[in-house]
């Protein structure tokens, strides 16, 4: 049965998914003490493919990069799943970082990843509220647009 988070979450039409395995030699996770580490999810929807595809400030709006984020959030929230099995054992969002692939000339985005935010506090409410770090970059992986990793307080 869902937990408190995970039936918010359902009531919202967010439906966690099998996270996806990791393409290089690192891991999804790692926990140590009561903090665990995500690697960086990115915008992958449930079925494999890109939510958003190449460069924010290029042909990818704001609005699709912040669909990306989101669709980052998500899959941040199945690797905690999958890591702890309940995601009602999240004490606090403690920090995401976000990578935009972006023109040289983008400026926005913060906006992108409040996609990504805005997620963590629907599904955590105040313990959803975080540091977080937005960093333009030439590149990500498989051309998507946004990837996003993030640290939580885990009981």
């Known amino acids: 049965m ?10 919202q039409g967010v439906v966690l998914h099998e996270p996806a395995s990791p393409v290089a030699n690192y891991v999804g996770f790692v926990r140590t003490g009561n903090l665990l580490f995500v690697s960086g999810q990115v915008c992958f929807d449930a079925n494999g493919k890109l939510i958003a595809k190449g460069k924010l400030g290029a042909g990818v709006s704001v609005e699709q990069g912040n669909a990306a984020a989101r669709g980052c959030g998500i899959n941040l929230l199945s690797q905690i799943k999958a890591a702890l099995g309940d995601l009602d054992k999240v004490v606090r969002v403690v920090r995401l970082g976000g990578f935009v692939n972006s023109a040289p000339d ?9 996609g990504a935010s805005d997620l963590m ?3 955590f409410g105040d313990k959803g509220r975080h540091a977080r770090t937005t960093v333009g ?8 647009s946004v990837e996003v990793e993030g ?3 885990v009981s």
């Open 2 to 11: 869902a937990g408190t988070v995970e039936q918010k979450l359902a009531a």
């Open 106 to 114: 983008f400026l926005e985005g913060p906006k992108v990843l409040n």
């Open 121 to 123: 506090v629907a599904a």
């Open 137 to 144: 970059v030439a590149s990500l992986p498989a051309d998507a």
């Open 151 to 153: 640290v939580f307080e």
